[in-house]
């Protein structure tokens, strides 16, 4: 079952599109590496004529550069975490072999493997970097086993075996590495929680400036469509009376009547709008019965539909510290999307249920459920599903927008075929 939540769905920081922004970079970086490396081999090779394994040492630089073209290429395709997780995975294993080829251990490019460290610590997870710098790690002991000897770099080859100095480096890098995670992976995590943070609180203010526009665009409405809609009435109201007593048509009184009903229609809608921008934030909380709160909501509805709400509060003189009004229109908004999301036949399910924590409201209907798309834009102002005329776009944003003000959550799980279930939670308000 699909679940939607208050936060958009585009709301990503950075620390999640950290490897696709940093993508571009490694692979300039890697490239600059492999240039690097390739001089240092040529250079030992040709003027220091030292005697390498040029065979074997194209081996892995051929890979590096191989899977670097191939990342350039597609670059849109290996933007996850995992992707590049093997990437520098494959960096340190190809940097391994390099290393065992010329010199093992005594090489003093074995520093090289806090590059892919670093930049696990910084753009990946804390996992990625754990496991990456356990394999550096390995990857360094294990040039002590296997390697090719290069007489220039065996200054600190003692006989049988290795000198003091050489242990000494690979406790020093296993150090370093740990270190690295540790720290610069906290300091990463930190940043990006403080960026969560502050993307989280930029999109309420988004959400308050909308709520604000809408509030202004309510009562500017309200103001300025009630005079005309009045006269308007007023006219109607004569007509009728015009076409009932001095021209008795009876097609004329039906116009007219329509035409009042109509215009009261018009007014019950910016009645409504104002009503609900009007809404306080700062109500006063009071002591309610869940059981007396569920049935108001119920006498809300329509008479036709009253008895299709079933309600049921869990436990037994349940109460609450809650803002009634508030409470209320949230409710009979939910209650009323699910009887018309229902069938004329279909019961809607009302129930409550109180925790030491928080107080729980779940409003289930056995619709035909929505889609993830249509679930993700659930809570932007004037979106609706509803014909035209039906519906305004703004219950669940309002809805939201008091869930928000109280510290509590609003979030729907749906199934296609299957109804929906919208839960409001909301944080107990001690006297």
């Not at 769905?9 to 999640?16: F, I, S």
Request: glycine share 8%.
């Amino acid at each position: 079952m699909e679940r939607s939540g208050p936060l958009p769905p585009d709301l990503r920081p950075a620390g999640e599109l950290a490897p696709s922004i940093a993508l571009p970079w490694i692979v300039k970086l890697r490239y600059g590496v492999l240039a690097g490396q390739a001089l240092l081999i040529l250079l030992a090779y040709f003027v220091l004529e030292v005697e390498l394994p040029l065979g074997w040492i194209s081996i892995p630089l051929a890979l590096v550069a191989g899977s670097n073209w191939l990342l350039s290429r597609r670059i849109q395709e290996f933007s996850d975490r995992r992707y590049l997780g093997s990437l520098l995975a494959l960096d340190i294993i190809c940097l391994t072999a390099l290393l065992s080829l010329t010199g093992g251990p005594h090489n003093p490019l074995t520093l090289l493997y806090l590059v892919q460290i670093t930049l696990s610590a910084v753009i990946l997870s804390r996992e990625w970097t754990w496991a990456l710098g356990i394999l550096s790690t390995i990857g360094f002991g294990f040039q002590f086993l296997v390697y090719v000897p290069v007489p220039m770099l065996n200054v600190h080859h003692m006989h049988g075996g290795f000198s003091p100095h050489l242990y000494g480096m690979w406790i020093a890098f296993a150090a370093a590495a740990l270190l690295i995670t540790i720290f610069i992976g906290r300091v990463s995590d930190a940043l990006r929680r403080r960026e969560q943070d502050v993307l989280l609180l930029q999109a309420q203010l988004a959400k308050h400036e909308r709520l604000a526009s809408i509030i202004t665009l309510a009562a500017g409405a309200a103001h300025e469509l009630g005079t005309p809609l009045a006269s308007i009435a007023i006219a109607s109201r004569d007509l009728e009376l015009h076409a009932t007593g001095a021209s008795k048509d009876q097609d004329v009184t039906e116009d007219a009547r329509l035409i009042r009903g109509e215009v009261d229609r018009c007014r019950a809608i910016l009645r409504q709008m104002s009503e609900r921008g009007a809404e306080l934030p700062g109500e006063a909380p009071v002591r309610l019965d869940l059981a007396e709160l569920l049935d108001e909501v119920r006498m809300s509805a329509a008479d036709d539909q009253r008895s299709r709400i079933k309600i049921c509060v869990a436990g037994e003189n349940q109460s609450a510290l809650l803002p009634a009004e508030a409470a209320r229109r949230a409710l009979a908004t939910l209650v009323k999307n699910a009887l018309d999301a229902s069938t004329d036949r279909e019961a809607v399910s009302l129930t409550a249920e109180a925790t030491e924590e928080k107080i729980r409201f779940a409003i289930i209907d056995a619709g035909c459920g929505m889609s993830q798309e249509t679930m993700n834009r659930l809570g932007e102002p004037f979106f609706t599903t509803k014909e035209p005329g039906q519906g305004l776009g703004l219950g669940i944003f309002l809805v939201q927008g008091f869930a928000e003000r109280f510290h509590g959550s609003l979030f729907f799980e749906s199934e296609k075929g299957r109804g929906t279930k919208a839960t409001l939670e909301l944080p107990l308000i001690r006297p």
